[in-house]
């Protein structure tokens, strides 16, 4: 299990708090806004039951404004959703924030050598 502060704000690298209109953009706000509008390839394929369990989770971290735990596989599911609505640097402050500051799982990315 790991506990998530929803509550916790989401900055740019320039220190500033990211914004979604005129709020700041929270962990909570991040997660609940890709529960609400994220669709992965999954959900063509999950049923009445899978579909219910994503739901109860979207409900989960959009009602909750503290600490929240999660297991693996509600982690998994809340990093696909963001990863389909939000980009690349609204991911990466989340990984940051989640995961460490070295970015967690993020993968890296080798740079070939040519001459």
Not at 73 to 90: C, H
């Amino acid at each position: 299990m790991k506990k998530i502060d929803l509550g916790e704000v989401i900055h740019g690298d320039d220190g500033k708090p990211l914004m979604e209109g005129d709020k700041k953009l929270t962990l909570g706000l991040a997660f609940g806004f890709a529960f609400a509008h994220g669709t992965i390839e999954a959900d063509a394929r999950t049923g009445y039951d899978g579909k219910l369990k994503t739901y109860l989770l979207g409900k989960k971290v959009a009602q909750e404004r503290g600490v929240i735990e999660l297991d693996d596989q509600e982690i998994e599911e809340v990093k696909a959703r963001v990863g389909a609505v939000f980009k690349p640097v609204v991911i990466g402050k989340i990984d940051e924030m989640v995961f460490g500051a070295e970015g967690g799982k993020a993968p890296t990315a080798k740079a070939k050598r040519t001459r």
